[in-house]
């Protein structure tokens, strides 16, 4: 079995910085592909960021500059960096990983629970 935890949302005031982290655990072969998404009240969920297992990092346009992407192979984790929050950042965070749980095995992706980011102005 595999568990995604995130954590790190809250409120912030327009231009603050927040730090979001997840950890995988469990029955993990590989980690590969990770990512950041979000989805905003009334809004389909959106993609934020990628995270590839060679370290290559791709953003949303609407991040790019603000946000930054981290990972930490050793401790299954990865991480975004919020600064320079504006209101329309306002949403849930969802972070996810594609994960092999078997050397044989294929990639499944897994998803976090959701962590809420408020911006007020």
């Known amino acids: 079995q595999v568990q995604v935890v995130e954590s790190g949302g809250g409120l912030v005031q327009a231009g603050g910085s927040l730090r979001l982290s997840c950890a995988a655990s469990g029955s993990i072969f590989s980690l590969n592909v990770m990512y950041w998404y979000r989805q905003a009240p009334g809004k389909q969920r959106e993609w934020v960021v990628t995270?590839?297992?060679?370290?290559?990092?791709n953003y949303a346009d609407s991040v790019k500059g603000r946000f930054t992407g981290s990972r930490d192979n050793a401790k299954n984790s990865w991480y975004l960096q919020m600064n320079g929050l504006k209101p329309e950042d306002t949403a849930v965070y969802y972070c996810?990983?594609?994960?092999?749980?078997?050397?044989?095995?294929?990639?499944?992706?897994?998803w976090g629970q959701g962590t809420q980011v408020t911006v007020s102005s």
């Open positions: 995270i590839t297992s060679d370290g290559s990092i």
């Open positions: 996810a990983a594609n994960i092999q749980r078997e050397r044989r095995g294929i990639q499944t992706r897994y």
